[in-house]
């Protein structure tokens, strides 16, 4: 199984700060994590139906790209970390 991280946002709206799912893409695994934490997940993590670019992905502390990242490869094992990048000036 995949193990997800949760940044703390996500954790206060889902009550969990991880989670495993079966999956063999990140695109997959965030379809898994949709299809478990539904409505509340899906307001944080997409806008206007678009990932929210907001949000960064790292499988093993290597950051995804963001072209292809829905198509990156998991393995059994693999650790997701979500990051929410916070900008500002």
Same mark, same amino acid.
């Given at each position: ?31 898994? @994590? ?20 907001? @949000? ?17 490869? @998991? ?7 979500? @990051? ?6």
């Amino acid at each position: 199984m995949v193990t997800i991280l949760f940044p703390s946002l996500i954790s206060r709206v889902i009550k969990e700060n991880r989670t495993e799912v079966i999956a063999e893409t990140l695109g997959e695994a965030i379809d898994k @994590l949709i299809e478990k934490y539904g409505k509340q997940l899906t307001e944080i993590m997409f806008d206007s139906g678009e990932l929210n670019r907001f @949000l960064k992905f790292y499988i093993k502390g290597r950051n995804i790209s963001e072209t292809d990242k829905m198509n990156a490869p @998991l393995k059994p094992d693999d650790e997701i970390a979500i @990051l929410i990048i916070i900008g500002g000036g």
